[in-house]
């Protein structure tokens, strides 16, 4: 079999993508990843080098296939960054290192395929710029023709909100944290202000207390909801009794999971047990939703989902209830109302939840709401001319990209692109639960297989219940 399939994208989902490729392919398959940063792996979450960027899960959860069973934690404590960094180490046992080892560990497992593979196996360090007919045009002007082509691109850059237009290009505006270096502007007493409280602020506060600041913090959100600490120690899973029927609705889910927190907690269960067996059920639950329960879900359940399903490293938390304690940091429930320069200082106006009105003046404000990804297709030209040329389409939840079940892209008239497929977050209006890394990485193989021709574990054998009206 010739064939030669382009990945756009060499971030996690891509390179795990390639991996997976290799691991499944012949003699014959080229596949080559368009990437402009110099190393893979990397993308939005695991190309910080700060060392104050933890992975928020224990590092023998991190994987590219399911049967690896604790490579990365196994390759992780013998390295080099694990002897450096005496607090990666947590009192369970469990290790949580910097981010960017991850990304380390998975640019290996790519360089290793390359060597091994009878699969051709390329990356080529440029960015794709446009795609017609079969054939990718890149930043450099080169042109590939592909008979497959798969997009792995899911984080844009965050959005300004809307009450902070008034501040953009204000020097002590820092829009986008992502940005190397973005903090180092910070003075050590400098009075900051976070938008957000999610997970990129968890990530700019420990940032923030690494390079010694001592000025006061202040994160707000309209629920001022943290993310939840991971749970500590080690526990049998648990696994919902799925035979009792369930009406398909995010109301009705919500009761189901509130049951079965209780149930767990009267057997002195942590509520993280269950969370865990939901997410892991995740896409099969998701799918069960009509496109109105799923629009539901968004608007009233997702913040309380994400603050209990995304959770932190017990090292980030820690420094997070010390910061708070001290007073240094404190985290508020309000709404932004409107900013303004005052003097070379901003001026933010806040609605507190059941509170009056507040101003509140500091020197920095930074905005960690994280990635816009309603505004993905916008959000870079490869993307821009699919979406221009009608040959792509933003999915109806504005998640990311419209594809069909086997995550090939939907024109603008809702034809099927047979060669032009979608890996990764991108996808997850589709399927639900796609952004921690163990579905990111059985999505991507899925698309491995999917581009081989390999058929895939059934559903029922990954997923065993039926869900019933
Ligand atoms: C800050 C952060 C921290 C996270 N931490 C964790 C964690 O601790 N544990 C966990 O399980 N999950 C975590 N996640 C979630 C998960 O790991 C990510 O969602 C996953 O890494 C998705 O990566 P990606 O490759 O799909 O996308 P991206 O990170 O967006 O990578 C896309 C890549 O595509 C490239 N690209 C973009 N446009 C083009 C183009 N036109 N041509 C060529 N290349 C292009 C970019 O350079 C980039 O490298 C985190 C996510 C974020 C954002």
Known sequence: MSKHIIIIGGGFTGTALAVHLARLGSAGLQVTVIEPRPQLAQGVAYSTSDPAHRINVPASRMQLAGDEDGAFDRWYRDSPGFKADRN????????????????????????????????????????????????????????????????????????????????????RLIADPWQPDALSSVKTHDRVAIVGTGLTMSDVVASLHGQGHLGSITAFSRRGQLPRTNLSGQYENRTLDYRQPQVASARAWLRRIRQEVARAAAEDLPWQLVLDDIRRQGQAIWQTLSLNEQRRFLRHLRPWWDVHRYRIAPQVSAELNQLQGSGQLSVTAARLQAAKDDNGSIRLTLQPRGAAIEDLVVDRVIVTTGPAHGALLNSEALLRQLADDGVIQADPLALGIHVNARSQTLTAQGKTNLHLYVAGPAARARFGELMGLPQVAEHAESVARQLLGISSPSHRERCPFSLTD
């Open 88 to 171: 990666a180490l947590w009192s369970d046992g469990n290790v949580y290192p910097q981010r960017g080892q991850f990304g380390r560990w998975v640019n290996e497992q790519f360089l290793q395929e390359k060597k091994r593979s009878a699969v051709k196996l390329q990356h080529l360090c440029d960015r794709a710029v446009s795609l017609r007919d079969g054939v990718v045009t890149t930043a450099s002007g080169e042109k590939y023709q592909a008979d497959e082509v798969v997009l792995a691109i899911s984080h844009p850059p965050p959005a300004l909100p809307g009450s902070l237009k008034t501040l953009q290009g204000h020097e």
